[in-house]
């Protein structure tokens, strides 16, 4: 009686339950390679792109937006899984347009070679770091909404 029963729940809610536990792990998965304090989330929150920074802060990024495009990484929740893509799609842009501008300066460091003799001017190298800050800015206010959404939505 009680497995009918069980089944009978289960059946009647659709697995929810399940499937609240499925986001719930896969978004601590998620979580767990973008803390908040972790220094790719702080370059996505502060740097400001006229100073250079180190390439480790790069590979987390790198690592999330080649692991969760797959259907494994799915959530559940339509509402998660939009601004998931949301996060992605800013991440992705972001990283594109970083990729374009930056290179690897003698230091190990990474710059847009603001203080270099390249063949930019000045102006177009602010003009540069403006939209690069900008594309950060808003990759961090899209997984700060994703976190919320996913605690409003989860209860978690």
Not at 120 to 137: F, T
């Amino acid at each position: 009686m009680e497995i009918v029963l069980g089944w009978l729940v289960n059946v009647l809610t659709f697995g929810w339950k399940k499937r609240r536990e499925a986001d719930i792990e896969l978004f601590n998965r998620l979580y767990s390679q973008l803390k908040f304090n972790s220094d790719s989330c702080i370059l996505l929150r502060d740097q400001d792109f006229h100073n250079s920074f180190s390439f480790s802060y790069l590979k987390p990024l790198n690592n999330i937006v080649e692991d969760w495009e797959y259907p494994d990484a799915k959530f559940h929740s339509w509402l998660v899984e939009r601004k998931k893509k949301a996060f992605l799609q800013n991440l992705r842009e972001f990283l594109n347009e970083l990729e374009l501008h930056t290179a690897m300066e003698a230091n190990g460091q990474i710059s847009i070679g603001l203080k270099d003799n390249d063949m930019r001017g000045n102006s177009e190298k602010k003009e540069i770091i403006k939209n690069l800050n900008s594309l950060k800015d808003q990759t961090y206010k899209s997984y700060v909404k994703l976190f919320k959404k996913f605690k409003r939505e989860l209860n978690a």
